[in-house]
T-cell receptor, first 112, second 114 residues
Framework: AQSVTQLGSHVSVSEGALVLLRCNYS??????LFWYVQYPNQGLQLLLK??????LVKGINGFEAEFKKSETSFHLTKPSAHMSDAAEYFC??????????FGKGTRLHILP | SAVISQKPSRDICQRGTSLTIQCQVD?????MFWYRQQPGQSLTLIAT?????????ESGFVIDKFPISRPNLTFSTLTVSNMSPEDSSIYLC???????????FGEGSRLTVL
């Protein structure tokens, strides 16, 4: 069965600094991978996804993530943090036709 | 992307009562999913609702506590029965895009049980 681990329940970065949120997965076969964002008092919004093809995927709001099979990782990055990026971020994994499993989430804090 | 509407968006309920959450999708979908997000926690899948069949519940969730209806391809309800303060959570409805597996979520229903 697949699983996903997010390192760091809270991450703080200064405005303008690099954002790096870590996600590692466990799966017996190549999975589909997702990053979702949840702003306060809102539902989840898809940031980006990896299914097949190019391992570097770009999403909304300047975020991107790279699928590294050898490291079983799918870390989320953004070159320059903005105050509006403060939110909860969830990494998720699924196999085709199976249910989606979510990580525990990482709350991103942006320091002025 | 699918547009998903949930009602109520929030409610405060008394212990022992039941509340039904409605989920409306703007397109026909095969599977709908109900998730629970407890305060400060990640999402936990409660059940998968297919039209015309019984919902499939995940370990730790039972039909008597969380009955689900799926009368057609655009609508589902989740009832939280005999509520206790431990049921205070956000309940989220979602649908899946078949070719990529991504989920689309409603805004969620925030329940507080006193």
């Amino acid at each position: 069965a697949q699983s996903v681990t997010q390192l760091g329940s809270h991450v703080s970065v200064s405005e303008g600094a690099l954002v790096l949120l870590r996600c590692n997965y466990s799966s017996s076969v190549p999975p589909y991978l997702f990053w979702y964002v949840q702003y306060p008092n809102q539902g989840l919004q898809l940031l980006l996804k990896y299914t097949t093809g190019a391992t570097l995927v770009k999403g909304i709001n300047g975020f991107e993530a790279e699928f590294k099979k050898s490291e079983t990782s799918f870390h989320l990055t953004k070159p320059s943090a903005h105050m509006s990026d403060a939110a909860e971020y969830f990494c998720a994994v699924t196999l085709w036709g199976d249910k989606i499993i979510f990580g525990k989430g990482t709350r991103l804090h942006i320091l002025p | 992307s699918a547009v998903i509407s949930q009602k109520p968006s929030r409610d405060i309920c008394q212990r022992g009562t039941s509340l039904t959450i409605q989920c409306q999708v703007d397109s026909q979908v095969t599977m709908m999913f109900w998730y629970r997000q407890q305060p400060g926690q990640s999402l936990t899948l409660i059940a998968t609702a297919n039209q015309g069949s019984e919902a499939t519940y995940e370990s730790g969730f039972v039909i008597d506590k969380f009955p689900i209806s799926r009368p057609n391809l655009t609508f589902s309800t989740l009832t939280v029965s005999n509520m206790s303060p431990e049921d205070s959570s956000i309940y989220l409805c979602s649908v899946k895009r078949e070719n990529t597996g991504e989920l689309f979520f409603g805004e969620g229903s925030r329940l507080t049980v006193l």
